[in-house]
């Protein structure tokens, strides 16, 4: 599909033990086009993460490939796929992952720190993006000063601040409750509209996957058929 902005082709991914050889992923083939959203669903242990992980480069196949915009990304080198994540994606986590000691606005300049921007610009581009996600109180705050939903924007706000054009999110509402869930998806659905900003949302959550333009269901190890959105 030329018009994809991700795909990957034959995807199998397995772990080895001394007890158990266990195949998580058996020739998945997916594709995500720009602006989509798309929901992966699956239980705990469906392999979920780890095809977000290959996705994401952060993990390798056992064998076929991931194309990003038609470029192959596991032939390129490991230093090119860490300029490639940090410079074309952004990711969320369900456990967030802000840096204890610094403020919401270090934590979401962070990746531009990273890639060497000027620090003053990176923190004003930073406090404008977490005004955006309605955190304009909170710029000085460390994470143990924020609620669970309000860490999660930062965490969105972080993802966005090279404004990639895919952000994976990995149960981003899973800790939350169902007022913060609901808040967490509007916003999804507000970066969606103004960044044209594609959205791959691996979850166990229903409500949040019917959500999205599209849903799929990875069940031992294969993904089924699409089944329609909301």
Avoid: W
Wanted: hydrophobic letters at 35%.
């Amino acid at each position: 599909m030329t018009d994809s902005l991700f795909r990957c082709e034959k995807i199998n991914k397995h772990y080895s033990d001394a007890n158990q050889d266990l195949q998580i992923l058996r020739d998945v083939d997916f594709s995500i086009s720009p602006g989509e959203k798309v929901a992966i669903l699956g239980a705990s242990g469906s392999g979920k993460s780890t095809l977000l992980h290959i996705l994401g480069t952060l993990d390798q196949p056992d064998s076929g490939e991931v194309f990003y915009q038609n470029q192959a990304l596991f032939a390129k080198s490991k230093k090119q796929q860490a300029r490639f994540r940090n410079s074309e994606l952004g990711f969320v986590y369900q456990f967030h992952h802000l840096l204890p000691e610094f403020t919401a606005a270090e934590n979401v300049a962070m990746p531009l720190f990273i890639k060497g921007d000027n620090k003053k610009q990176s923190l004003k581009h930073a406090t404008e993006l977490l005004a955006r996600v309605g955190l304009e109180n909170r710029v000085e705050h460390k994470p143990n000063q924020l609620s669970g939903g309000e860490r999660q924007r930062v965490a969105i706000a972080r993802a966005l601040v090279n404004q990639p054009k895919m952000i994976f999110a990995d149960e981003p509402t899973g800790n939350l409750d169902d007022k913060n869930t609901e808040s967490i998806y509007a916003l999804i659905e507000d970066i969606n509209k103004e960044f044209a900003t594609a959205f791959l949302l691996v979850t166990h959550d229903e409500r949040l996957a019917r959500k999205m333009d599209r849903t799929l269901r990875l069940v031992k190890g294969k993904l089924l058929p699409d089944q329609k959105g909301r």
